[in-house]
């Protein structure tokens, strides 16, 4: 079995690449009857998954996975915790179950990128959901310390009301480039003239 597309896509971090690469390689396996189970890197393609926010994809492999090898790996049991945290929107679970196992170097920078990309999702939620957070709030839906989401709401241009604890979201700017169509202008022109004339 040649992972090497893989591989070569989580060296070069090409992590919403992972899935596509995983389902690809799998219907090829698949299609030539392999059989495959045991050495399929299922963690990696589920948290892939993850990765690209596609939670039907991700339960449709975990259903298709062999119970033996769902029992035998515990970083696959690890990686479904996130996803059913993700399914319940349980965010403060999705950030313990990240915490809560000691990942593979295989796995680590996929779920480190993971992460990341979890974290600036629900981020942005909260700028649009709303004006006013608690930092203890903040803290909870960001899987952060109150001092860790308090600098980094700050860094986001938020405001922090020390008294109050309460973090103020400032939404980014709208900026609207209007673009000039020259065929309106030119249209625009030959009406004035006609007015003109």
Request: with cysteine.
């Amino acid at each position: 079995m040649d992972l090497s597309q893989l591989q070569d896509a989580l060296a070069s971090k090409s992590y919403d690449e992972v899935a596509g690469i995983c389902d690809e390689l799998m219907l090829q396996i698949a299609s030539m009857g392999v059989s495959f189970q045991e050495e399929w890197p299922y963690t990696i393609h589920l948290i892939g998954h993850l990765y690209d926010s596609d939670l039907n994809s991700a339960r449709f492999l975990w259903k298709s996975i062999p119970s033996g090898i769902k029992e035998s790996r515990p970083d696959l049991v690890a990686a479904w915790k996130i996803g059913q945290c993700l399914w319940n929107r349980d965010y403060a679970g999705v950030y313990a179950a990240i915490r809560g196992f000691d990942w593979n170097p295989e796995a680590h920078g996929l779920v480190a990128a993971f992460q990341e990309k979890y974290t600036e999702r629900v981020f942005q939620l909260l700028v649009s959901a709303y004006s006013t957070i608690s930092v203890a709030d903040a803290a909870q839906f960001l899987g952060m310390s109150e001092d860790d989401v308090t600098n980094y709401a700050l860094q986001h241009g938020w405001t922090f009301d020390s008294g109050s604890r309460m973090l103020t979201v400032t939404k980014p700017k709208i900026v609207t480039e209007q673009k000039l169509d020259p065929s309106k202008l030119q249209r625009l022109t030959e009406y004035v003239f006609q007015l003109e004339h």
